[in-house]
T-cell receptor, first 113, second 111 residues
């Protein structure tokens, strides 16, 4: 397994602003993912964060709205841009040595007013 | 299209009362089926991966089983600390297949 930390743990933001969420892992990992969990719902994959190249986005998610950086094998950021109340959600970072077994960070709870 | 359906949505049990959670799935070639536990305000905690029908895995009071169409998470003599949401997820055999999560079962164990 891996120890994963996220910052911030929670935030309340005004609509139209942007928030960058950080994910730090205690060891080098090949695969890093970003998920969204809307209130009362399950997890939806936003994108795979690729080290040294552009992230791979899932259907319904675009780089302009959710830019992702992954400068090395232990760190990634997800930015939620031009936020609206519909972006209120928990954002989770996960890592895996293989795609099958993923370990999740504690999440960032975002509220947009 | 890959799909995961979990039932029931919520389950309330008395401490010591055994039961099972269901995960029905549709996937084109199963690469793996996963169970996670999620406590309120926290990220999911990995429990098990099952790869083929007939496989079983155990951890303390939990046992996960797999058939070609569904998986069960059996909980034996549960304790209040087992209260959590249990998530099932699947990945198909396509190299591009993402992991699809079910909506979860909220389990509550009364002392």
């Amino acid at each position: 397994s891996a120890v994963i930390s996220q910052k911030p743990s929670r935030d309340i933001c005004q609509r139209g602003t942007s928030l960058t969420i950080q994910c730090q892992v205690d060891s080098q990992v090949t695969m890093m993912f970003w998920y969204r969990q809307q209130p009362g719902q399950s997890l939806t994959l936003i994108a795979t964060a690729n080290q040294g190249s552009e992230a791979t986005y899932e259907s319904g998610f675009v780089i302009d709205k959710f830019p992702i950086s992954r400068p090395n094998l232990t760190f990634s950021t997800l930015t939620v841009s031009n936020m609206s109340p519909e972006d209120s959600s928990i954002y989770l970072c996960s890592v895996g040595l293989t795609r099958e077994e993923q370990f999740f960070g504690p999440g960032t709870r975002l509220t947009v007013l | 299209e890959d799909q995961v359906t979990q039932s029931p949505e919520a389950l309330r049990l008395q401490e010591g009362e055994s039961s099972s959670l269901n995960c029905s799935y549709t996937v084109s070639g199963l690469r793996g089926l996963f169970w996670y536990r999620q406590d309120p305000g926290k990220g999911p905690e990995f429990l098990f991966t099952l790869y083929s029908a007939g496989e079983e895995k155990e951890k303390e009071r939990l046992k996960a089983t797999l058939t070609k169409k569904e998986s069960f998470l059996h909980i034996t003599a549960p304790k209040p600390e087992d209260s959590a949401t249990y998530l099932c997820a699947v990945q198909g055999s396509s190299s591009a297949s993402k992991i699809i999560f079910g909506s979860g079962t909220r389990l509550s164990i009364r002392p």
